[in-house]
């Protein structure tokens, strides 16, 4: 009865949908399954009286290639504005489009094609037969002068007959950018960074169908690649809500940066308003909706 149970239950009928808008569960598509996936998400608002708009977008075909492993490529391609947005008033692009200079009171617009990315889900423990799940990703991202290696530690744990999931993730992602001189553009300097963030979310399947999660996640910067040279630290929270078909479905969330940052050895001068990071890759608010399609 146990067994008819799990295998009537929506999490086994689409093991991998998202529940969340930013955390990985240990859920993974069966053997043989393929998926399409398009991700947008929104970001918006900088300093004070400045204006910022960044749009990405994701393109994700994902296959179950054992009942362990989960195999995807994707494709990213982005569109940004920005006036007057970064540290002391002066026109910042985000860091996707930080090999172009505008003049600190340029208005900036541009289109990007970002790069193409591989992703593999390696689960090592089920949260449905053992008090824990665990997996393990790795995320390999190649684009024009930016390469970027994405690896995760990902748990989750079940309650109340798998209606209630908490997710924990632990991420690693070192990267390496080129970049453009403003006093020589004829010349290139190459940026390192490395991205270490954590991510909590629970959620509640309230009806069938239907779940409702909140989530919490911090997002450090270093410019090393050993966790030296920290720049930034952004804290984001906020609410997700899922709705499960029989073929396809729909994730919303929305987060608004805390007040809660503070200063670090390579914090831009600038940057921390109101204790919030305005520097390249942080803003107030992040809407994400993602729509996916089982076949």
């Known amino acids: 009865m ?33 998926e399409l996936e398009q991700w947008s998400t929104t970001r918006f608002h900088k300093a004070p009286g400045g204006q910022f708009w960044l749009q990405e977008n994701r393109t994700e075909q994902e296959y179950g290639f054992s009942d362990r492993l989960q195999l995807a490529i994707y494709e990213t391609y982005d569109s940004t504005a920005a006036y007057h947005n970064g540290p002391f008033g002066e026109t910042t692009p985000a860091e996707q489009f930080s090999y172009y200079t505008p003049g600190p009171n340029d208005r900036f617009n541009a289109t990007k094609f970002i790069g193409v990315s591989g992703e593999a889900i390696y689960r090592l423990v089920s949260p449905y037969t053992h008090p824990l799940g665990f997996a ?36 690693y992602a ?5 970049l453009r001189e403003d006093e020589n553009p004829s010349r290139k300097e190459i940026q390192e960074e490395t991205d270490a963030n954590i991510d909590l979310g629970a959620s ?23 966790f030296t040279h920290e720049s930034n630290s952004g804290y984001y929270l906020g609410p ?43 803003e107030k608010y992040r809407v994400r909706v993602k729509f996916g399609w089982y076949f």
């Not at 995320?139 to 209630?164: C, M, W």
């Not at 509640?204 to 050993?226: D, L, Q, V």
Request: one cysteine or more; hydrophobic letters at 40%.
């Open 174 to 178: 070192p990267e390496w950018r080129r």
């Open 204 to 226: 509640y399947r309230f009806i069938r169908n239907w779940s409702a999660a909140f989530e919490i996640f911090n997002e450090r910067e270093f410019n090393s690649y050993n």
């Open 136 to 171: 393990i990703y790795e995320e390999p991202t190649f684009g024009a002068g930016f390469i970027e290696s994405e690896s995760k530690l990902i748990f989750q744990k079940n309650y109340r007959d798998d209606r209630l999931v908490l997710a924990a993730n632990m991420t």
């Open 240 to 282: 997700t809500l899922h709705y499960a078909g029989k073929n396809f479905f729909v994730t919303t969330n929305f987060d608004e940066q805390m007040p809660w940052a503070g200063r670090h050895v390579d914090t831009v001068p600038g940057a921390l308003v109101g204790g919030r990071i305005i520097d390249n890759d942080f």
């Open 2 to 34: 146990g067994m008819l149970l799990l295998c009537l239950s929506p999490a086994a009928l689409h093991a991998d949908e998202p529940l969340f808008g930013f955390s990985y569960t240990t859920d993974l598509l069966p053997k043989g399954k393929v």
